[in-house]
Protein backbone atom coordinates (compact mmCIF):
# COMPACT_ATOMS: atom_id res chain seq x y z
CA UNK A 1 0.00 0.00 0.00
CA UNK A 2 2.90 2.37 0.85
CA UNK A 3 3.21 3.70 -2.83
CA UNK A 4 2.45 7.23 -2.94
CA UNK A 5 0.41 7.00 0.44
CA UNK A 6 0.78 9.63 2.76
CA UNK A 7 1.03 9.11 6.54
CA UNK A 8 -0.53 11.92 8.82
CA UNK A 9 2.21 11.23 12.09
CA UNK A 10 0.58 14.30 13.65
CA UNK A 11 -2.42 16.77 14.56
CA UNK A 12 -2.87 20.15 16.17
CA UNK A 13 -5.18 22.71 16.64
CA UNK A 14 -7.59 25.03 18.00
CA UNK A 15 -11.52 25.17 17.71
CA UNK A 16 -14.36 26.79 19.01
CA UNK A 17 -15.20 25.35 22.03
CA UNK A 18 -11.97 22.99 22.09
CA UNK A 19 -8.44 24.34 22.93
CA UNK A 20 -7.08 21.18 21.08
CA UNK A 21 -7.44 17.99 18.98
CA UNK A 22 -8.18 15.81 21.93
CA UNK A 23 -10.91 17.96 23.48
CA UNK A 24 -12.43 18.57 19.51
CA UNK A 25 -12.83 14.98 19.73
CA UNK A 26 -14.63 14.89 22.53
CA UNK A 27 -17.19 17.19 21.97
CA UNK A 28 -17.73 15.67 18.54
CA UNK A 29 -18.82 12.42 20.22
CA UNK A 30 -20.70 14.23 22.75
CA UNK A 31 -22.22 16.15 20.26
CA UNK A 32 -21.66 19.23 21.48
CA UNK A 33 -22.47 22.45 19.49
CA UNK A 34 -19.76 25.29 19.45
CA UNK A 35 -21.08 28.20 17.86
CA UNK A 36 -21.73 30.71 20.22
CA UNK A 37 -24.43 33.36 20.66
CA UNK A 38 -22.76 36.79 21.67
CA UNK A 39 -24.25 38.90 24.51
CA UNK A 40 -24.70 42.47 23.94
CA UNK A 41 -21.76 43.60 26.09
CA UNK A 42 -19.47 40.85 24.45
CA UNK A 43 -20.58 42.66 21.12
CA UNK A 44 -19.53 45.60 22.60
CA UNK A 45 -16.24 44.89 23.78
CA UNK A 46 -15.81 43.81 20.43
CA UNK A 47 -16.20 47.17 18.69
CA UNK A 48 -19.40 45.98 16.90
CA UNK A 49 -21.77 49.12 16.62
CA UNK A 50 -25.28 49.67 16.94
CA UNK A 51 -25.54 50.87 13.09
CA UNK A 52 -24.96 46.87 12.90
CA UNK A 53 -26.20 44.91 15.80
CA UNK A 54 -29.88 46.83 15.61
CA UNK A 55 -29.93 45.53 11.86
CA UNK A 56 -32.95 43.02 12.04
CA UNK A 57 -31.16 40.54 10.05
CA UNK A 58 -27.91 40.96 11.86
CA UNK A 59 -26.47 37.58 13.36
CA UNK A 60 -24.94 37.78 16.78
CA UNK A 61 -23.46 34.46 16.33
CA UNK A 62 -20.34 32.29 15.51
CA UNK A 63 -17.73 30.16 16.46
CA UNK A 64 -15.86 32.10 19.14
CA UNK A 65 -12.21 31.08 19.73
CA UNK A 66 -10.81 31.75 23.53
CA UNK A 67 -7.87 33.60 23.60
CA UNK A 68 -7.32 34.89 20.10
CA UNK A 69 -5.42 38.26 21.74
CA UNK A 70 -2.77 36.33 23.33
CA UNK A 71 0.52 34.68 22.09
CA UNK A 72 3.66 33.39 23.34
CA UNK A 73 5.89 36.32 21.61
CA UNK A 74 8.81 35.60 23.56
CA UNK A 75 8.79 31.68 22.85
CA UNK A 76 8.51 32.59 18.83
CA UNK A 77 10.97 35.57 19.40
CA UNK A 78 8.86 38.20 18.01
CA UNK A 79 9.08 41.88 19.35
CA UNK A 80 5.70 42.81 21.63
CA UNK A 81 6.02 45.67 18.97
CA UNK A 82 5.82 43.26 16.09
CA UNK A 83 3.41 40.65 17.78
CA UNK A 84 1.09 43.72 18.25
CA UNK A 85 0.86 44.57 14.33
CA UNK A 86 1.29 40.75 13.23
CA UNK A 87 -2.34 38.86 11.85
CA UNK A 88 -3.55 37.20 14.77
CA UNK A 89 -4.15 34.62 12.59
CA UNK A 90 -0.60 34.18 11.54
CA UNK A 91 0.41 33.96 15.82
CA UNK A 92 -2.37 30.99 16.03
CA UNK A 93 -1.03 29.21 13.09
CA UNK A 94 2.62 29.59 14.08
CA UNK A 95 1.74 28.20 17.65
CA UNK A 96 -0.42 25.43 16.23
CA UNK A 97 2.39 24.35 13.83
CA UNK A 98 4.89 23.99 17.08
CA UNK A 99 2.15 21.70 18.79
CA UNK A 100 2.08 19.29 15.17
CA UNK A 101 5.57 19.15 15.18
CA UNK A 102 5.86 17.93 18.89
CA UNK A 103 3.10 15.77 18.14
CA UNK A 104 4.85 14.16 15.54
CA UNK A 105 7.76 13.40 17.51
CA UNK A 106 10.29 15.18 14.81
CA UNK A 107 11.87 18.78 16.28
CA UNK A 108 12.70 21.17 13.26
CA UNK A 109 16.33 21.70 14.55
CA UNK A 110 17.42 17.85 14.66
CA UNK A 111 14.96 16.19 11.72
CA UNK A 112 17.19 15.20 9.11
CA UNK A 113 15.40 16.01 6.12
CA UNK A 114 13.92 19.10 4.50
CA UNK A 115 10.26 19.89 6.03
CA UNK A 116 7.89 22.29 4.04
CA UNK A 117 4.94 24.24 5.16
CA UNK A 118 1.46 24.48 3.31
CA UNK A 119 -0.86 27.19 4.62
CA UNK A 120 -3.98 29.19 3.88
CA UNK A 121 -5.83 31.82 5.85
CA UNK A 122 -8.73 34.15 5.89
CA UNK A 123 -9.07 37.88 5.43
CA UNK A 124 -6.92 40.31 7.97
CA UNK A 125 -9.96 41.23 9.94
CA UNK A 126 -7.44 42.84 12.37
CA UNK A 127 -6.04 45.03 9.98
CA UNK A 128 -9.78 45.70 8.64
CA UNK A 129 -10.94 46.54 12.22
CA UNK A 130 -8.37 47.56 14.51
CA UNK A 131 -5.20 48.85 12.40
CA UNK A 132 -6.92 50.53 9.25
CA UNK A 133 -8.00 53.97 10.41
CA UNK A 134 -7.14 54.14 13.71
CA UNK A 135 -4.78 57.25 14.00
CA UNK A 136 -3.13 56.21 16.84
CA UNK A 137 -1.51 53.56 15.09
CA UNK A 138 0.30 55.63 11.74
CA UNK A 139 -0.80 57.53 8.76
CA UNK A 140 1.88 55.25 6.94
CA UNK A 141 -0.84 52.98 5.88
CA UNK A 142 1.32 50.93 3.46
CA UNK A 143 3.89 49.96 6.32
CA UNK A 144 1.18 47.80 8.02
CA UNK A 145 0.83 45.80 4.65
CA UNK A 146 4.49 44.75 4.67
CA UNK A 147 5.75 41.82 6.09
CA UNK A 148 3.23 41.14 8.18
CA UNK A 149 -0.38 41.32 7.18
CA UNK A 150 -0.96 39.73 3.71
CA UNK A 151 -1.84 35.72 3.74
CA UNK A 152 1.05 35.20 1.28
CA UNK A 153 3.02 36.08 4.80
CA UNK A 154 1.89 32.82 6.78
CA UNK A 155 4.03 29.90 5.73
CA UNK A 156 7.13 31.86 5.52
CA UNK A 157 6.50 33.19 9.26
CA UNK A 158 6.43 29.61 10.32
CA UNK A 159 9.53 28.94 8.11
CA UNK A 160 11.50 31.87 9.23
CA UNK A 161 10.53 31.02 13.17
CA UNK A 162 10.75 27.17 12.96
CA UNK A 163 13.90 26.94 10.78
CA UNK A 164 12.20 25.38 7.79
CA UNK A 165 13.78 24.88 4.41
CA UNK A 166 11.87 23.04 2.42
CA UNK A 167 8.81 25.07 0.48
CA UNK A 168 6.82 27.44 1.88
CA UNK A 169 3.65 28.07 -0.28
CA UNK A 170 1.06 30.38 0.66
CA UNK A 171 -2.87 28.58 -0.35
CA UNK A 172 -5.70 30.66 -1.18
CA UNK A 173 -8.57 29.04 -2.62
CA UNK A 174 -11.20 30.24 -0.26
CA UNK A 175 -12.84 28.15 1.81
CA UNK A 176 -11.18 25.17 0.57
CA UNK A 177 -7.96 26.63 0.99
CA UNK A 178 -6.67 24.36 3.80
CA UNK A 179 -7.71 21.43 1.94
CA UNK A 180 -6.07 22.39 -1.27
CA UNK A 181 -3.05 23.01 1.46
CA UNK A 182 -3.16 19.26 2.39
CA UNK A 183 -3.47 18.19 -1.51
CA UNK A 184 -0.14 20.48 -2.43
CA UNK A 185 1.78 19.11 0.85
CA UNK A 186 0.97 15.30 -0.46
CA UNK A 187 2.04 15.65 -3.42
CA UNK A 188 5.09 17.70 -2.74
CA UNK A 189 6.45 14.38 -0.68
CA UNK A 190 5.86 12.19 -3.03
CA UNK A 191 7.59 14.45 -5.36
CA UNK A 192 10.57 14.28 -2.55
CA UNK A 193 10.24 18.40 -2.71
CA UNK A 194 9.97 17.86 1.34
CA UNK A 195 9.97 14.74 3.57
CA UNK A 196 8.15 16.30 6.17
CA UNK A 197 4.93 18.48 5.68
CA UNK A 198 2.97 20.88 7.37
CA UNK A 199 -0.66 21.65 6.04
CA UNK A 200 -3.35 23.35 7.13
CA UNK A 201 -5.38 26.78 7.56
CA UNK A 202 -6.54 29.54 9.91
CA UNK A 203 -9.38 31.93 10.25
CA UNK A 204 -10.35 34.82 12.73
CA UNK A 205 -13.51 36.01 12.31
CA UNK A 206 -15.99 38.47 14.33
CA UNK A 207 -19.65 38.03 14.35
CA UNK A 208 -19.79 40.85 11.67
CA UNK A 209 -22.64 38.96 8.97
CA UNK A 210 -25.92 39.48 8.18
CA UNK A 211 -28.60 36.90 6.97
CA UNK A 212 -29.65 37.11 3.58
CA UNK A 213 -32.12 34.77 2.22
CA UNK A 214 -30.34 32.20 -0.12
CA UNK A 215 -26.88 33.20 1.21
CA UNK A 216 -24.51 31.57 3.33
CA UNK A 217 -24.91 32.80 6.85
CA UNK A 218 -28.24 31.38 8.92
CA UNK A 219 -29.99 33.44 11.27
CA UNK A 220 -29.32 32.06 14.21
CA UNK A 221 -25.57 31.02 13.43
CA UNK A 222 -26.55 27.21 13.17
CA UNK A 223 -25.33 25.16 10.41
CA UNK A 224 -28.21 22.51 9.38
CA UNK A 225 -26.58 20.41 6.83
CA UNK A 226 -28.73 18.12 4.78
CA UNK A 227 -31.73 19.71 6.75
CA UNK A 228 -35.08 21.19 5.24
CA UNK A 229 -34.63 23.91 7.42
CA UNK A 230 -30.62 24.39 6.36
CA UNK A 231 -29.91 28.17 5.92
CA UNK A 232 -26.18 28.09 5.88
CA UNK A 233 -24.21 28.72 8.87
CA UNK A 234 -22.36 31.11 11.03
CA UNK A 235 -18.76 31.88 10.07
CA UNK A 236 -16.34 31.00 12.91
CA UNK A 237 -12.79 31.41 14.07
CA UNK A 238 -10.22 28.86 14.47
CA UNK A 239 -6.97 26.98 13.09
CA UNK A 240 -5.71 23.35 12.42
CA UNK A 241 -2.67 21.68 10.99
CA UNK A 242 -1.65 17.89 10.20
CA UNK A 243 1.98 16.96 10.13
CA UNK A 244 2.63 14.69 6.88
CA UNK A 245 5.40 11.90 6.51
CA UNK A 246 5.43 9.77 3.18
CA UNK A 247 4.15 6.22 4.75
CA UNK A 248 7.30 4.45 3.87
CA UNK A 249 9.64 6.43 5.78
CA UNK A 250 7.14 6.73 8.48
CA UNK A 251 7.32 3.40 8.97
CA UNK A 252 11.21 3.05 8.54
CA UNK A 253 11.12 5.93 11.44
CA UNK A 254 9.23 4.26 13.96
CA UNK A 255 6.75 7.46 13.76
CA UNK A 256 3.06 6.94 14.91
CA UNK A 257 0.80 6.98 12.22
CA UNK A 258 -2.62 8.15 12.31
CA UNK A 259 -4.11 7.64 9.20
CA UNK A 260 -2.92 7.49 5.50
CA UNK A 261 -4.15 9.61 2.59
CA UNK A 262 -4.21 7.53 -0.22
CA UNK A 263 -5.81 9.78 -3.08
CA UNK A 264 -6.50 13.70 -3.61
CA UNK A 265 -7.40 15.47 -6.12
CA UNK A 266 -7.92 19.50 -6.89
CA UNK A 267 -10.09 20.94 -9.95
CA UNK A 268 -12.36 23.96 -10.29
CA UNK A 269 -15.92 24.13 -11.74
CA UNK A 270 -15.30 26.47 -14.40
CA UNK A 271 -18.03 28.23 -16.09
CA UNK A 272 -20.64 24.72 -15.68
CA UNK A 273 -22.43 26.59 -13.13
CA UNK A 274 -24.83 29.29 -12.05
CA UNK A 275 -22.86 32.02 -11.41
CA UNK A 276 -19.38 32.80 -9.92
CA UNK A 277 -20.11 32.43 -6.04
CA UNK A 278 -22.44 29.34 -7.23
CA UNK A 279 -21.58 25.24 -7.24
CA UNK A 280 -21.16 23.25 -9.41
CA UNK A 281 -21.88 19.81 -9.92
CA UNK A 282 -19.63 18.54 -13.01
CA UNK A 283 -16.75 20.12 -11.08
CA UNK A 284 -17.19 18.46 -7.63
CA UNK A 285 -18.15 15.03 -9.02
CA UNK A 286 -15.10 14.82 -10.94
CA UNK A 287 -12.75 15.91 -8.75
CA UNK A 288 -14.30 13.06 -6.03
CA UNK A 289 -13.95 10.55 -9.21
CA UNK A 290 -10.54 11.66 -9.75
CA UNK A 291 -9.58 11.56 -6.16
CA UNK A 292 -10.75 7.89 -5.92
CA UNK A 293 -9.39 6.92 -8.78
CA UNK A 294 -5.38 8.22 -7.48
CA UNK A 295 -6.17 6.06 -4.38
CA UNK A 296 -7.00 3.25 -6.59
CA UNK A 297 -10.43 2.57 -4.62
CA UNK A 298 -13.98 2.11 -5.65
CA UNK A 299 -16.92 3.60 -3.93
CA UNK A 300 -17.79 0.37 -2.55
CA UNK A 301 -14.72 0.89 0.10
CA UNK A 302 -15.40 4.26 1.75
CA UNK A 303 -17.58 4.22 4.47
CA UNK A 304 -17.89 7.89 5.34
CA UNK A 305 -18.03 11.09 3.57
CA UNK A 306 -16.91 13.87 5.82
CA UNK A 307 -18.82 16.92 3.49
CA UNK A 308 -18.32 20.43 2.67
CA UNK A 309 -21.68 21.14 4.09
CA UNK A 310 -22.39 24.52 4.17
CA UNK A 311 -26.44 24.28 5.31
CA UNK A 312 -27.63 25.98 2.11
CA UNK A 313 -30.18 23.86 0.63
CA UNK A 314 -29.11 23.94 -2.95
CA UNK A 315 -25.56 23.97 -1.59
CA UNK A 316 -26.26 20.62 -0.21
CA UNK A 317 -28.26 19.38 -2.60
CA UNK A 318 -25.80 19.90 -5.62
CA UNK A 319 -22.93 18.34 -3.12
CA UNK A 320 -25.31 14.92 -2.65
CA UNK A 321 -26.32 15.26 -6.35
CA UNK A 322 -22.36 15.44 -7.11
CA UNK A 323 -21.50 12.74 -4.58
CA UNK A 324 -23.98 10.30 -6.18
CA UNK A 325 -22.95 10.75 -9.77
CA UNK A 326 -19.28 9.80 -8.70
CA UNK A 327 -19.97 6.86 -6.83
CA UNK A 328 -21.97 5.49 -9.41
CA UNK A 329 -24.97 3.01 -9.51
CA UNK A 330 -25.73 -0.15 -7.62
CA UNK A 331 -24.56 1.26 -4.00
CA UNK A 332 -26.98 0.09 -1.48
CA UNK A 333 -29.43 2.82 -0.08
CA UNK A 334 -27.76 3.63 3.28
CA UNK A 335 -24.72 2.11 2.60
CA UNK A 336 -22.08 5.67 3.32
CA UNK A 337 -22.64 8.19 6.41
CA UNK A 338 -22.17 11.41 5.42
CA UNK A 339 -21.35 14.44 8.02
CA UNK A 340 -20.50 17.90 8.44
CA UNK A 341 -18.21 19.34 10.74
CA UNK A 342 -19.99 22.94 10.35
CA UNK A 343 -22.78 21.39 12.34
CA UNK A 344 -20.68 21.73 15.31
CA UNK A 345 -18.31 24.45 14.80
CA UNK A 346 -20.03 26.76 12.42
CA UNK A 347 -18.00 27.89 9.01
CA UNK A 348 -14.55 28.23 9.55
CA UNK A 349 -13.40 29.28 6.16
CA UNK A 350 -10.11 29.27 4.95
CA UNK A 351 -9.50 26.01 8.40
CA UNK A 352 -12.65 24.18 7.00
CA UNK A 353 -10.94 22.09 5.12
CA UNK A 354 -8.21 20.63 7.24
CA UNK A 355 -10.64 20.53 10.49
CA UNK A 356 -13.32 18.38 8.38
CA UNK A 357 -10.12 15.96 7.48
CA UNK A 358 -9.04 16.33 11.20
CA UNK A 359 -12.51 14.70 12.45
CA UNK A 360 -11.98 12.30 9.49
CA UNK A 361 -8.81 10.88 10.35
CA UNK A 362 -9.69 10.54 13.75
CA UNK A 363 -13.06 8.88 12.73
CA UNK A 364 -11.04 6.41 11.01
CA UNK A 365 -8.66 5.85 13.95
CA UNK A 366 -11.50 5.37 16.08
CA UNK A 367 -13.27 3.33 14.01
CA UNK A 368 -16.72 5.73 15.04
CA UNK A 369 -18.18 9.07 12.57
CA UNK A 370 -19.74 11.68 15.05
CA UNK A 371 -23.45 12.26 14.69
CA UNK A 372 -24.29 15.33 12.88
CA UNK A 373 -26.05 17.96 14.59
CA UNK A 374 -29.26 19.75 13.83
CA UNK A 375 -30.81 17.13 11.33
CA UNK A 376 -34.34 16.36 11.60
CA UNK A 377 -35.73 16.34 8.10
CA UNK A 378 -34.06 15.45 5.28
CA UNK A 379 -33.57 18.71 3.13
CA UNK A 380 -36.41 17.67 -0.01
CA UNK A 381 -34.11 18.63 -2.88
CA UNK A 382 -31.78 15.74 -1.91
CA UNK A 383 -32.87 12.20 -2.93
CA UNK A 384 -31.56 10.33 -0.42
CA UNK A 385 -33.08 7.22 -1.53
CA UNK A 386 -31.60 7.10 -4.79
CA UNK A 387 -27.95 7.34 -3.49
CA UNK A 388 -25.90 5.49 -0.98
CA UNK A 389 -25.45 7.98 1.41
CA UNK A 390 -27.13 8.57 4.90
CA UNK A 391 -27.18 11.07 7.76
CA UNK A 392 -26.06 9.80 11.58
CA UNK A 393 -27.52 11.77 14.31
CA UNK A 394 -25.80 9.58 16.42
CA UNK A 395 -22.22 7.94 16.53
CA UNK A 396 -22.20 5.03 13.75
CA UNK A 397 -19.41 2.71 13.57
CA UNK A 398 -17.47 2.09 11.03
CA UNK A 399 -17.08 -1.79 9.21
CA UNK A 400 -13.67 -2.68 9.82
CA UNK A 401 -13.43 -3.26 6.11
CA UNK A 402 -14.51 0.30 5.51
CA UNK A 403 -12.42 2.57 8.05
CA UNK A 404 -11.87 5.07 4.90
CA UNK A 405 -13.38 8.50 4.59
CA UNK A 406 -13.67 10.56 1.79
CA UNK A 407 -13.26 14.82 2.47
CA UNK A 408 -14.60 17.58 0.43
CA UNK A 409 -13.95 21.05 0.63
CA UNK A 410 -15.05 23.37 -1.89
CA UNK A 411 -14.33 27.25 -2.09
CA UNK A 412 -15.95 30.25 -3.32
CA UNK A 413 -15.14 30.42 -6.70
CA UNK A 414 -14.99 26.83 -7.72
CA UNK A 415 -12.18 25.72 -6.96
CA UNK A 416 -12.64 21.84 -4.95
CA UNK A 417 -10.94 19.64 -3.07
CA UNK A 418 -11.31 16.00 -2.09
CA UNK A 419 -8.90 13.62 -0.11
CA UNK A 420 -9.15 9.52 0.56
CA UNK A 421 -8.30 9.14 4.04
CA UNK A 422 -7.87 5.62 5.26
CA UNK A 423 -7.05 3.86 9.08
CA UNK A 424 -3.74 2.87 9.69
CA UNK A 425 -1.99 -0.12 8.84
CA UNK A 426 -2.44 -2.22 12.09
CA UNK A 427 0.76 -2.54 14.39
CA UNK A 428 1.52 -5.16 17.20
CA UNK A 429 2.61 -3.12 20.01
CA UNK A 430 6.04 -4.05 21.66
CA UNK A 431 5.91 -5.84 25.03
CA UNK A 432 7.03 -3.38 28.10
CA UNK A 433 9.81 -4.52 30.53
CA UNK A 434 8.51 -5.45 33.89
CA UNK A 435 9.62 -2.71 36.90
CA UNK A 436 12.29 -1.16 34.07
CA UNK A 437 13.21 2.31 35.19
CA UNK A 438 12.50 5.34 32.57
CA UNK A 439 13.64 8.70 32.76
CA UNK A 440 11.42 11.55 31.53
CA UNK A 441 12.93 14.69 30.55
CA UNK A 442 10.77 17.65 31.24
CA UNK A 443 11.89 21.31 29.65
CA UNK A 444 10.79 24.75 29.50
CA UNK A 445 11.63 28.48 27.84
CA UNK A 446 10.55 29.68 31.91
CA UNK A 447 10.18 28.42 35.07
CA UNK A 448 6.44 28.75 35.15
CA UNK A 449 6.38 27.06 31.80
CA UNK A 450 7.84 24.30 33.57
CA UNK A 451 6.07 23.63 36.37
CA UNK A 452 2.61 23.74 34.02
CA UNK A 453 4.60 21.61 31.54
CA UNK A 454 4.75 19.14 34.65
CA UNK A 455 1.60 19.49 36.08
CA UNK A 456 0.20 18.66 32.75
CA UNK A 457 2.68 15.68 32.21
CA UNK A 458 1.28 14.62 35.52
CA UNK A 459 -2.39 14.84 34.39
CA UNK A 460 -2.27 13.22 31.29
CA UNK A 461 -0.08 9.91 32.80
CA UNK A 462 -3.34 9.67 35.33
CA UNK A 463 -5.76 9.82 32.77
CA UNK A 464 -7.74 6.16 32.29
CA UNK A 465 -6.04 6.02 28.95
CA UNK A 466 -2.66 7.04 29.72
CA UNK A 467 -0.20 5.79 27.72
CA UNK A 468 2.93 3.49 28.37
CA UNK A 469 5.93 4.59 30.33
CA UNK A 470 8.31 3.61 28.03
CA UNK A 471 6.42 5.47 25.11
CA UNK A 472 6.45 8.27 27.35
CA UNK A 473 9.88 8.54 28.09
CA UNK A 474 10.87 7.58 24.75
CA UNK A 475 8.73 10.75 23.44
CA UNK A 476 9.48 12.78 25.64
CA UNK A 477 13.27 11.90 24.71
CA UNK A 478 12.69 13.60 21.55
CA UNK A 479 11.42 17.17 22.17
CA UNK A 480 13.36 19.76 21.82
CA UNK A 481 15.59 20.69 24.97
CA UNK A 482 14.92 24.44 26.34
CA UNK A 483 17.02 26.32 29.41
CA UNK A 484 14.53 25.33 32.34
CA UNK A 485 14.86 21.75 33.05
CA UNK A 486 13.82 18.91 35.13
CA UNK A 487 13.93 14.81 34.99
CA UNK A 488 11.94 12.36 36.88
CA UNK A 489 13.37 9.03 37.12
CA UNK A 490 10.55 6.29 38.11
CA UNK A 491 9.62 2.43 37.06
CA UNK A 492 5.71 3.43 37.02
CA UNK A 493 3.03 6.06 36.37
CA UNK A 494 1.96 6.68 39.78
CA UNK A 495 5.21 7.21 40.51
CA UNK A 496 6.00 9.23 37.91
CA UNK A 497 2.62 11.28 38.95
CA UNK A 498 4.08 11.93 41.91
CA UNK A 499 7.09 13.05 41.21
CA UNK A 500 5.78 15.00 38.49
CA UNK A 501 3.72 17.13 41.02
CA UNK A 502 6.02 17.69 43.64
CA UNK A 503 8.06 19.41 40.97
CA UNK A 504 11.36 17.78 42.06
CA UNK A 505 13.86 16.24 39.50
CA UNK A 506 14.84 12.71 41.11
CA UNK A 507 18.43 12.78 39.45
CA UNK A 508 20.27 11.81 42.60
CA UNK A 509 17.21 8.87 43.05
CA UNK A 510 19.38 6.67 44.48
CA UNK A 511 17.50 3.61 43.49
CA UNK A 512 17.79 4.11 39.81
CA UNK A 513 20.47 3.16 37.62
CA UNK A 514 23.79 4.69 38.37
CA UNK A 515 24.02 5.65 34.45
CA UNK A 516 20.30 6.67 33.90
CA UNK A 517 20.88 8.77 37.25
CA UNK A 518 24.32 10.45 35.85
CA UNK A 519 22.44 11.02 32.13
CA UNK A 520 20.08 12.68 34.11
CA UNK A 521 22.27 14.80 36.15
CA UNK A 522 24.49 15.84 32.73
CA UNK A 523 21.05 17.19 31.23
CA UNK A 524 19.85 19.17 33.79
CA UNK A 525 23.23 21.14 33.92
CA UNK A 526 22.67 22.09 29.95
CA UNK A 527 24.23 19.40 27.99
CA UNK A 528 22.94 17.54 25.12
CA UNK A 529 23.09 13.73 25.84
CA UNK A 530 21.50 10.24 24.06
CA UNK A 531 18.68 9.09 26.15
CA UNK A 532 18.57 5.31 26.11
CA UNK A 533 15.77 3.95 23.74
CA UNK A 534 13.66 1.27 25.11
CA UNK A 535 13.42 -0.96 23.20
CA UNK A 536 9.82 -1.45 21.03
CA UNK A 537 9.40 2.01 22.23
CA UNK A 538 7.12 4.27 20.05
CA UNK A 539 6.33 7.71 19.92
CA UNK A 540 2.64 8.44 21.81
CA UNK A 541 0.60 11.83 21.65
CA UNK A 542 1.69 13.69 24.84
CA UNK A 543 0.42 17.55 26.31
CA UNK A 544 2.26 20.43 23.75
CA UNK A 545 4.37 23.10 25.28
CA UNK A 546 2.60 25.22 27.58
CA UNK A 547 2.91 27.93 25.82
CA UNK A 548 2.97 31.85 28.80
CA UNK A 549 0.81 34.12 26.12
CA UNK A 550 0.50 37.59 27.13
CA UNK A 551 -2.34 40.07 25.31
CA UNK A 552 -0.96 41.36 22.46
CA UNK A 553 -4.00 43.72 20.51
CA UNK A 554 -4.84 46.67 19.56
CA UNK A 555 -8.42 47.58 21.34
CA UNK A 556 -11.55 48.35 19.51
CA UNK A 557 -12.22 52.19 19.63
CA UNK A 558 -15.30 53.03 21.51
Known amino acids: ?44 ELGIGERLTGDPAYVPAGGRLAGVADFDAEFFGVPDAEAVQMDPQQRLFLEQAWVALEDSGH ?86 RCDLALAGGVSVTEPRFLHTEGGLVSPDGRCRAFDAEGRGAAFGSGVAVLAMKRLEDARQDGDRVLAVLRGWAVGNDGAARAGFAAPGLEGQAAVVAEALASAELSAEDIGYVEAHGSGTPVGDAIEVAALTRAYGPGLAPGSCALGSVKTNLGNLDAAAGAVGLIKAVLAVCHGVVPGNLHFETPNPEIDFAASPFFVPVGDHLLPEERRRA ?58 DTAPRLDDVAHTLAGRRAFPHRATVLCRDPKEAV ?61
Do not use: K
Open 1 to 44: MDGDAIAVVGLAGRFPGAPDVATLWRNLLDGVDAVHDYTPDELR
Open 107 to 192: DPAGYDGVVGVFAGSSINRYFLFRQFGDPSTTDDWESLLLPGSAADYLPAQVAYRLGLTGPAVAVQTACSSSLVAVCMAAQSLVDY
Open 406 to 463: GVSSFGLGGTNAHVIVESAPAEAPGDPSPDEWHVLPVSARTPRALREAMVRLADHLEA
Open 498 to 558: ALLRAGADSAEDAGAPGELRELAAAWLSGDDVEWPQPSGARHVSLPAYPFQRRRHWIEARS
